[in-house]
Nanobody, 119 residues
Framework: QVQLVESGGGLVQAGDSLRLSCAAS????????MGWFRQAPGKERELVAG????????YYADFVKGRFTISRGNGKNTVYLQMNSLKPEDTAIYYC????????????WGQGTQVTVSS
């Protein structure tokens, strides 16, 4: 059974930093591209960042480029999202997800962690 468990969310002020972690189990982690998504109240879920199975390739949505960094530790079965210079509009529930290498859509999802940025 695949499990993805996020942690590291919280309440911070604008300009602060947070580091989210997502621990994976029940899958061969190093074979799965991973992504971080977020969903704010009343809005659709959106992709924030993605990382290839090896970590050699990353993707960032325009609204986080230069502020967020995705990384992974395959030896620890964990993917991270370092979030710097946080803004109130970054407030959302953040989810990590895994997809099989040959697929575009993500198959497995965590339960999410709340990030709230006050102004």
């Amino acid at each position: 059974q695949v499990q993805l468990v996020e942690s590291g969310g919280g309440l911070v002020q604008a300009g602060d930093s947070l580091r989210l972690s997502c621990a994976a189990s029940g899958l061969t982690f190093s074979r799965y591209p991973m992504g971080w998504f977020r969903q704010a109240p009343g809005k659709e879920r959106e992709l924030v960042a993605g990382i290839s199975w090896s970590g050699g390739s990353t993707y960032y949505a325009d609204f986080v480029k230069g502020r967020f960094t995705i990384s992974r530790g395959n030896g620890k079965n964990t993917v991270y999202l370092q979030m710097n210079s946080l803004k109130p509009e970054d407030t959302a529930i953040y989810y990590c997800a895994a997809r099989e290498l040959h697929k575009i859509e993500y198959d497995y999802w965590g339960q999410g962690t709340q990030v709230t940025v006050s102004s």
